[in-house]
T-cell receptor, first 112, second 114 residues
Framework: GQNIDQPTEMTATEGAIVQINCTYQ??????LFWYQQHAGEAPTFLSY????GLEEKGRFSSFLSRSKGYSYLLLKELQMKDSASYLC?????????????FGGGTRLMVKP | KAGVTQTPRYLIKTRGQQVTLSCSPI?????VSWYQQTPGQGLQFLFE???????NKGNFPGRFSGRQFSNSRSEMNVSTLELGDSALYLC?????????????FGPGTRLTVL
């Protein structure tokens, strides 16, 4: 089975930097995704890591360490619209193919 | 390019009834996955369909079933509804469902079971 852990809630200030951590235990690891989900809306893709290291996309960066089963999502220059849930999802390969398993999500509140 | 569409957007049913939800993937996408999202359990994988075949299945009872048509559109069915089935049901499509494929989510169907 798979186990994915991320903090339930975080609070940060507008303009600041926040790091959302995700740890996972899985066999057949095949990539890690981060999604953003605003209340009442569908998740939208933010980033994908399959190799160790940092992937940067504008204000958002995601890091992966496969040996440690660890990833983080870094959000810089926080804006009020960044208040949302951030979902870490691990793709793993089993006999049937690839399966995506989501963590419980981290609800980020950005305050003025 | 049109996104993933799901119908209906909202549904109210009573215990014991059955329900069918529909998902139309992005044109050209052949993999469709279904998820159940609840406040307590988060996003949980139901099943994935590729080329009209169920390729992967999560840990849900047999009351939850699905199918995919030749045009890649997919339906999921829940029979003998229970109160605990109240949730947001999301469908996501990707090109092939392979390792690096990004999944695009539809807006979801919010099911309320009374």
């Amino acid at each position: 089975g798979q186990n994915i852990d991320q903090p339930t809630e975080m609070t940060a200030t507008e303009g600041a930097i926040v790091q959302i951590n995700c740890t996972y235990q899985t066999s057949g690891f095949n990539g890690l995704f981060w999604y953003q989900q605003h209340a009442g809306e569908a998740p939208t893709f933010l980033s994908y890591n399959v190799l160790d290291g940092l992937e940067e996309k504008g204000r958002f960066s995601s890091f992966l360490s496969r040996s440690k089963g660890y990833s983080y999502l870094l959000l810089k220059e926080l804006q009020m619209k960044d208040s949302a849930s951030y979902l870490c999802a691990v793709r793993a390969y089993n006999n049937a193919g690839n399966m995506l398993t989501f963590g419980g999500g981290t609800r980020l509140m950005v305050k003025p | 390019k049109a996104g993933v569409t799901q119908t209906p957007r909202y549904l109210i049913k009573t215990r014991g009834q059955q329900v069918t939800l529909s998902c139309s993937p992005i044109s050209g996408h052949r993999s469709v996955s279904w998820y159940q999202q609840t406040p307590g359990q988060g996003l949980q994988f139901l099943f994935e369909y590729f080329s009209e075949t169920q390729r992967n299945k999560g840990n849900f009872p047999g009351r939850f079933s699905g199918r995919q048509f030749s045009n890649s559109r997919s339906e999921m069915n829940v029979s003998t509804l229970e109160l605990g089935d109240s949730a947001l049901y999301l469908c996501a499509s990707s090109l092939e469902g392979l390792a690096g494929d990004e999944q695009f989510f539809g807006p979801g169907t919010r099911l309320t079971v009374l």
